[in-house]
């Protein structure tokens, strides 16, 4: 677990967001038309319910 206050808190969130779309999408047998826009929009979902939009 990193701490939001970490300098790189924001990169590891990102990164961990990417390889849970990438694994469900892989398990599930899922496909997206939107490819990385589609991961960009669960990131800032994803920033947003847990408050880590307010690092940038």
Avoid: P
Wanted: aromatic share 10%; charged share 25%.
């Amino acid at each position: 677990m990193v701490s939001i206050s970490h300098r790189n808190a924001q990169m590891y969130f990102d990164r961990d967001v990417r390889c849970v779309y990438r694994y469900f999408g892989k398990r599930l047998n899922l496909s997206f038309n939107d490819g990385e826009k589609t991961v960009m929009s669960m990131i800032q979902i994803m920033r947003e319910a847990t408050g880590c939009h307010l690092l940038t």
